[in-house]
């Protein structure tokens, strides 16, 4: 292979890559701008979601202690409620480790990856 033919494949190869680099920005851009919305949707949706249940238990867990104020089974009643709260307190903590977190930019990675292929392909 001469220096010539090398030399007109790294210039195409360039020539490639700057082209593309401009879609990358765009496509980053786009990419971001999605990700950005889809977190602040979840979470402000958690945040509904974890206000609205503690306010929803917290007065259910007053309501149950009142209930039972001036029976021989107060103390029952309390520590239950305690131990309720430990339980959900661990279900969540369990059910949010084993959630995978969302995969950003996968598009961006995808074109990377073939253009990466390509430039192999060109290259040999």
Known sequence: MSIHSKLDRWRNVS???????????QLFS?????????VMREMI??????VGGLFTLS??????IATAWNT???????WGIAAAWLVMSIAAL??????????SFGLLKDEVRADIETLKEALK
């Open 15 to 25: 020539r490639f890559l700057s082209a593309r680099l401009t879609d990358y920005g």
């Open 30 to 38: 786009i990419e971001l701008a999605e990700t950005r919305a889809r």
């Open 72 to 78: 021989p089974y107060f103390l029952h009643v309390v």
């Open 59 to 64: 007065f259910l867990c007053i309501a149950l």
């Open 45 to 50: 949706a958690l945040v509904a979601l974890a």
């Open 94 to 103: 369990l059910v949010v480790r084993s959630q995978r977190p969302a995969k």
